[in-house]
T-cell receptor, first 114, second 110 residues
Framework: DGGITQSPKYLFRKEGQNVTLSCEQNLNHDAMYWYRQDPGQGLRLIYYSQIVNDFQKGDIAEGYSVSREKKESFPLTVTSAQKNPTAFYLC?????????????FGPGTRLTVL | GQNIDQPTEMTATEGAIVQINCTYQTSGFNGLFWYQQHAGEAPTFLSYNVLDGLEEKGRFSSFLSRSKGYSYLLLKELQMKDSASYLCAVFGAGNNDMRFGAGTRLTVKP
């Protein structure tokens, strides 16, 4: 089955700890994205990557870091510098990252920082 | 600035028709997407408009007017399972410049 997987679905961490959210896709897509979703707000772009070993900051990259060492994997680290990390995190991928591409989303990880 | 506006909530009756509006102001335009998102789940793609006019896909249709910065999603023969949030997203001028609205939460009642 082709798709995007994110794990875990729910994650709890203590304040001050770094945490890494995984995102894997087997769709052979070049582009991958991380969004954050908060109640009453649209999805906001954290980071995106159009190709292996390259990634760009989105609108709210502060306090986050990513890597893209493999085409199928785009992990997101939420660092202790992120002031308000509790949110629903969505990973997405698209074939090339172009305007005509549909983005396909993973099931999301709900992070709660205690 | 860039802005995408949708109503926050709507309620409709099973079997009826509902229209969800979206207005946008973005730097450049390359396409408008509609996604459906059930609570706690991933958004799933519904439709895509790049040219003015109506795109029909079964019970769902989406309309675009680029000159007015306006789109709507039309849902016909509403079913209870259509209760979800509907996200309007615009692909702007730059690479990976996808902007999402806050979503419209639709409740379908019997």
């Amino acid at each position: 089955d082709g798709g995007i997987t994110q794990s875990p679905k729910y994650l709890f961490r203590k304040e001050g700890q770094n945490v890494t959210l995984s995102c894997e896709q087997n769709l052979n897509h070049d582009a991958m994205y991380w969004y954050r979703q908060d109640p009453g707000q649209g999805l906001r772009l954290i980071y995106y990557s159009q190709i292996v070993n390259d990634f760009q900051k989105g609108d709210i990259a502060e306090g986050y870091s990513v890597s893209r060492e493999k085409k199928e994997s785009f992990p997101l680290t939420v660092t202790s510098a992120q002031k308000n990390p509790t949110a629903f995190y969505l990973c997405a991928s698209s074939p090339t990252g172009g305007a005509l591409d549909t983005q396909y989303f993973g099931p999301g990880t709900r992070l709660t920082v205690l | 600035g860039q802005n995408i506006d949708q109503p926050t909530e709507m309620t409709a009756t099973e079997g009826a028709i509902v229209q969800i509006n979206c207005t946008y102001q973005t730097s450049g335009f390359n396409g408008l997407f509609w996604y459906q998102q059930h609570a706690g789940e991933a958004p799933t793609f519904l439709s895509y408009n790049v040219l003015d006019g109506l795109e029909e896909k079964g019970r769902f249709s989406s309309f675009l007017s680029r000159s007015k910065g306006y789109s709507y999603l039309l849902l016909k023969e509403l079913q209870m399972k259509d209760s979800a949030s509907y996200l309007c997203a615009v692909f702007g001028a730059g690479n990976n410049d996808m902007r999402f609205g806050a979503g419209t939460r639709l409740t379908v009642k019997p």
